[in-house]
């Protein structure tokens, strides 16, 4: 509502027909508004043709950024140019969720575990001893760090502070309430490249952000918004001690903290902002089991961070509903695709999978405990308890070992010996559990995530399953014409099983399984030709997106077991990227991997690109004491937590 002057100054109404009553005083009066006029127009004129000193308040998002006081710094990789950086100051939100009480309070029952509790745990990473770090290798890492600087100078040139750049019309997007989810995302991936400069810019934005300023937007995700503005802020403090980055991370920690006010404290997929306000939010019905599943790491960490037990508890009782269903379900051991939160029941999906929907609630099971550093003691139990109950029905049900002519892929140019792995789907009927052989470019990340577990529990059989999983999505990319694995895929399961033993070629299976329905068009083409003499049933989804998982398991493999060959398929993984997805300004999704030349460019570069794939492509060529494992626990975005007991 517009205020009148008369209703806020009723005194000034009189002044103002005092001061015009006399003819003579109307003219002087005029006179002075005349000259007010000129000298204000004049002051306008040059205020918007000279450099402003603060930023100029748009009511569209901003194509180019303005950087308050100092001159924007070089894109190059080299020391920050001599100007004083930009102050990285906290600056509060407009609303303060901190002081907003809840509707469904409850008593703190979970407490973070007391140092002198915690047990040490085997080490992690390959001790790399007499490590060199030979100038081939510098080279693809100085490749991937210049990948990621023509990116990231792309989105401060045409999409500053907007959630993502289109990289192929160079628009900027609003995909995550508009709190710059790439500036945020990318946080830490600067930090460890070495761009101390590009650093303070990026860090000095986001501790400027207004979580109540959505743009419109009544709710937000609560999975993606801890997991890329929550981890990301709470990963670029943990690097690099700046404490406003910490404030900034805990006020949105408040906030998502109302998610878990509901009548029984497990939290919906949407944060509805009016509805926390008013007491109204409740669990969903028909949720992925991976967001409330995959909160506990970051709000862990938090707790960790601040000595505020209240984060820890309210992702202990996510855990405490989990580890309580486990054996509940039509899988009894893992947790369906979706589940009724607000019944608390896990037992109306009959779909399982380690892709989407649900991957990171299991990834986060072994990472707890790495976090935490508890080994024996009852948390880390309870969650050993889970993540090997959980593994034992993935290896007997959704585990496939796929049936193929030939391994020839990409292998760092050696046959690929016939273990390789995918993860599969189940579906569990009352009669039978059938294992599907489709596999998604999403699931990848298990390679990586058997590995820990090997590493962490102390399971030597996970090790090897863990290599296998990631050498097969590491093949993959090399048996498409661009070089690049699809979304989503069919194989032919090998009938011999996965364990033990050879695969043998079965052509009357394949035809079988292969057959196009009576009818329709029985033509193969020759791009689907290509890709089924590699043991390629379908391809149902043949985009790539830019996705991380599979470099993200190849890297785990590689820190994990020292093997040097890993890198090389990185290397062959990252040129294939590179050269189907590269666009004027950056990199794009593209819709089919399937096709010889160039490819279809979807014009969306999510903020994973900069977070999580090409951080992953830079530390495979990386000297391995670069964010160790032993030091650091990733999040699902890819952002290094640092570990209980270790020190900045």
């Not at 209240?310 to 855990?319: E, I, L, P």
Request: hydrophobic letters at 40%; aromatic letters at 10%; a neutral charge.
């Amino acid at each position: 509502m517009t205020i009148l002057p008369s209703r806020q100054f009723p005194g000034a109404v009189h002044a103002f027909r005092q001061a015009t009553a006399h003819p003579h005083h109307r003219r002087r009066f005029r006179l002075i508004v005349v000259i007010s006029g000129i000298v204000l127009l004049l002051f306008t004129y040059s205020y918007i043709l000279s450099p402003s000193p603060l930023p100029v308040k748009v009511s569209k998002p901003i194509l180019k950024p303005h950087f308050p006081q100092y001159q924007p710094p070089s894109s190059s990789p080299s020391p920050p140019s001599s100007k004083s950086p930009p102050p990285i100051q906290f600056k509060p939100s407009s609303f303060n969720w901190t002081l907003f009480p809840q509707s469904h309070p409850v008593p703190i029952i979970h407490h973070l575990p007391a140092k002198q509790t915690a047990h040490k745990l085997p080490p992690i990473q390959h001790p790399f001893k007499n490590y060199q770090h030979s100038p081939a290798v510098a080279a693809r890492q100085e490749a991937v760090k210049s990948a990621f600087l023509r990116s990231w100078n792309a989105y401060k040139s045409h999409a500053w502070l907007a959630d993502e750049l289109a990289p192929v019309s160079g628009q900027p997007k609003k995909t995550f309430a508009g709190w710059s989810a790439t500036l945020v995302d990318a946080l830490d991936t600067l930090y460890i490249m070495g761009l101390s400069d590009e650093f303070a810019v990026a860090a000095a934005a986001a501790v400027q952000i207004d979580w109540d300023n959505t743009g419109g937007d009544t709710s937000c995700n609560v999975f993606e918004t801890t997991i890329r503005y929550l981890g990301g802020l709470i990963s670029a403090y943990d690097l690099s001690g700046e404490h406003a980055l910490l404030e900034k991370a805990q006020e949105l920690g408040d906030m998502l903290l109302m998610a878990f006010d509901t009548p029984n404290r497990l939290p919906p997929f949407w944060l509805h902002f009016d509805n926390a306000k008013n007491g109204k939010q409740v669990a969903g019905t028909n949720d992925p089991s991976a967001s409330p599943g995959s909160l506990s790491l970051e709000f862990t960490r938090l707790a960790m961070l601040t000595g505020e037990d209240k984060y820890f508890d309210a992702v202990s009782r996510v855990t405490d509903f989990l580890e309580k269903t486990q054996a509940d379900s039509k899988l009894p051991g893992m947790w369906p695709r979706s589940i009724n939160f607000r019944a608390e029941s896990v037992n109306g999906d009959s779909a399982f999978s380690l892709g989407a929907l649900a991957d990171s609630l299991y990834e986060y099971l072994v990472k707890m405990v790495v976090l935490l550093g508890d080994g024996k003691g009852e948390e880390g139990a309870r969650y050993k308890k889970m993540y090997k109950n959980a593994m034992e029905v993935v290896e007997e049900h959704l585990i496939f070992r796929p049936m193929l002519p030939t391994l020839t892929g990409n292998s760092g140019g050696k046959n690929v010996p016939q273990d390789i792995l995918f993860m599969g789907e189940a579906v569990a009927y009352s009669d039978r559990v059938e294992r599907l052989a489709e596999s998604q470019h999403l699931s990848c990340f298990a390679g990586g995530m058997f590995g820990l577990g090997g590493k962490v529990f102390e399971l030597e059989k996970h090790n090897g399953v863990g290599e296998r999983l990631a050498r097969g999505c590491g093949w993959a990319y090399g048996a498409f014409p661009t070089g690049v694995m699809p979304e989503m895929f069919g194989m032919v399961e090998c009938q011999q099983g996965w364990k033990d033993g050879p695969c043998e070629w079965d052509d009357k299976l394949w035809e079988e399984k292969t057959k196009k329905p009576s009818g329709g068009d029985s033509t193969i083409s020759a791009a689907e030709k290509k890709w089924k003499e590699k043991g390629f049933r379908e391809v149902r989804d043949a985009r790539y997106i830019l996705r991380p998982e599979a470099i993200e398991s190849i890297f785990l493999l590689y820190r994990m077991t020292g093997k040097e060959d890993l890198r090389d398929i990185a290397w062959s993984m990252f040129e294939s990227v590179m050269e189907t997805t590269k666009t004027p300004l950056a990199n794009s999704a593209i819709k089919d991997v399937t096709v010889d030349g160039e490819t279809h460019k979807l014009d969306s570069m999510e903020s994973f690109w900069l977070a999580e794939t090409l951080k992953y492509f830079y530390l495979i060529f990386s000297p391995p004491d670069l964010i160790s494992l032993d030091e650091f626990v990733f999040n699902t975005e890819a952002h290094p937590f640092r570990r209980a007991g270790v020190e900045r």
